[in-house]
């Protein structure tokens, strides 16, 4: 089992780009979600889904889109890339919502 | 809204010292969960706490769910450099909604 993958693990985009975060679990984990971590916020929950179809906001929504087609798939799309939005990524999955959760190895983004 | 707040937000200790972060809720919780973070790593999962007043031991580390639910804590006993990293508490409300603690990194000086 690979777990909870994420890429890329790096990048640099320029405001007002757009671009799509991949993660993919393969433990067959219903529940999914995205957080960001910043330095001195611990990790802030962007969107979540508890299943194929179902998507649902978090704590830090906007400027980010969400689709979750498949069991294993979980894309976070940032709409329109904001300095702001400068932070490491980080998608979960665990096998019910009350579950510990796995984390990937995280994507780190830099808004210029 | 909800707030898990952690202290303390930076912690050094000399190898073979205790060590304690705190973690503290302005409401009730249902569960409390505690995770570790290495230095560029992610946050891998340690333990789950559910029942007030709950202890739960794994090796040298301690954990504590508080008697009202709204606050844990986690105790190592005489540190090792292995123990580097960043300790986050992640407390769930009533509404299953799990929010982070802002962490306390652990720095070991051999």
């Known amino acids: 089992n690979a777990g909870v993958t994420q890429t890329p693990k790096f990048q640099v985009l320029k405001t007002g780009q757009s671009m799509t975060l991949q993660c993919a679990q393969d433990m067959n984990h219903e529940y999914m979600s995205w957080y960001r971590q910043d330095p001195g916020m611990g990790l802030r929950l962007i969107h979540y889904s508890v299943g194929a179809g179902i998507t649902d906001q978090g704590e830090v929504p906007n400027g980010y889109n969400v689709s979750r087609s498949t069991t294993e798939d979980f894309p976070l799309r940032l709409l329109s890339a904001a300095p702001s939005q400068t932070s490491v990524y980080f998608c979960a999955s665990s096998s019910g919502s009350l579950d510990e959760q796995y984390f990937g190895p995280g994507t780190r983004l830099t808004v210029t | 809204g909800q707030q898990v707040m952690q202290i303390p937000q930076y912690q050094h200790v000399q190898e073979g010292e205790d060590f304690t972060t705190y973690c503290n809720s302005s409401t009730t919780l249902s569960n409390i969960q505690w995770y570790k973070q290495r230095p560029g790593g992610h946050p891998v999962f340690l333990i789950q706490?559910?029942?007030?007043?709950e202890v739960k031991k794994q090796k040298r580390l301690t954990f504590q769910f508080g008697e009202a639910k709204k606050n844990s804590s986690l105790h190592i006993t005489a540190t090792q450099t292995t123990d580097v990293g960043t300790y986050f508490c992640a407390g769930r409300d009533g509404a299953n909604n799990l929010f982070f603690g802002t962490g306390t990194r652990l720095t070991v000086i051999p």
């Open positions: 706490l559910v029942k007030s007043g």
